[in-house]
């Protein structure tokens, strides 16, 4: 007897933005209608216990079972992170890691963002067949090409004109991932361009990946400012919607709203800009003791 099919996701979050993460899930939940168990590889970055039992109680576990792997470990011993100089948090090069503690038996894994929300059913995008690609992922619509995001194309002898994609939704195939080095790659690639990494992870991706990923709908991956009526994953690619200086489209912010009131976090106030000051300036202080530990090793 076959085992029943299941879809395999992974996400990397802390404490702040699980309330995102929540709303994400459950945006999942609702819309997801057909017969597979979603599994939801958590990469976390010191959540509190409380805050894990709050988000596993927010959702219904016919439907989901939650696996939670401490960042630290995600990482191999060999393998350093690059350094870079934006305010993004390190847990957005976790990604890059997910083909080495996934287990053997499993050929695919969607990597998530968690500040998005989807409002059709996942299994939709998990069914697409890509057997032929290393990843799927949506051409960035705020620079279509990789000569409009990566200014150091032509040293790197880059068609410019290939299509550059957003990595905060990827569909990854994990044998032809692991086949082809891409994370040792993109590192390396990141390490040895820092003035040009302003998005580093994604940077790296796309220069290793040009040429070799599936282009998905543009829908699965719609940025927060832009005014269709219902895309089929809602991404908040800035100011994230329970911010009080949230300033794109309401519409969005109010379907955000509306998931995330299904859950623990229900009537959540917005968090005001002295706190997201705060994330930022952690961030950085923890990417400076990356930086010295480089140096001493």
């Not at 993004?88 to 996934?102: E, K, T, V």
């Not at 200014?151 to 994990?174: H, R």
């Not at 309401?250 to 705060?278: A, C, H, M």
Request: hydrophobic residues 40%; proline residues 5%.
């Amino acid at each position: 007897m076959s085992n029943p099919p299941k879809i395999s996701i992974a996400v990397a979050c802390d404490n702040h933005y699980l309330i995102m993460l929540a709303a994400l899930l459950k945006s999942i939940e609702v819309n997801h209608n057909s017969s597979e168990h979603i599994d939801v590889w958590i990469i976390e970055d010191d959540i509190k216990k409380k805050n894990k039992i709050k988000l596993e109680s927010s959702l219904d576990p016919v439907k989901f079972t939650l696996i939670w792997i401490c960042q630290n470990s995600v990482i191999p011993k060999d393998i350093h992170l690059p350094f870079d100089k934006n305010t993004y948090p390190l847990n957005i090069y976790m990604r890059l890691f997910i083909p080495y503690f996934i287990p053997d038996e499993l050929k695919k894994v969607l990597y998530l963002d968690v500040d998005m929300i989807f409002t059709r059913d996942i299994s939709e995008l998990w069914n697409t067949n890509i057997d032929n690609h290393i990843a799927a992922a949506v051409t960035d619509s705020t620079c279509v090409y990789i000569k409009n995001n990566i200014q150091n194309y032509k040293e790197l002898n880059l068609p410019g004109d290939a299509k550059y994609f957003n990595s905060g939704l990827l569909l990854m195939n994990i044998d032809r991932w692991k086949e082809h080095e891409i994370t040792l790659k993109v590192i390396k690639t990141i390490d040895q361009n820092r003035e040009y990494t302003q998005f580093s992870d994604q940077y790296g991706l796309n220069v290793i990946l040009v040429n070799q990923w599936l282009e998905l709908d543009p829908l699965w991956n719609y940025y927060a400012d832009g005014k269709h009526p219902l895309p089929f994953n809602i991404h908040f690619f800035h100011r994230k919607p329970f911010y009080k200086s949230y300033f794109n489209s309401l519409i969005y912010r109010d379907i955000f709203y509306s998931y995330l009131n299904q859950t623990k976090w229900i009537n959540s106030k917005p968090v005001g800009e002295t706190k997201r000051y705060f994330i930022k300036i952690s961030n950085v202080m923890e990417k400076f003791s990356l930086y010295v530990q480089s140096l001493i090793s």
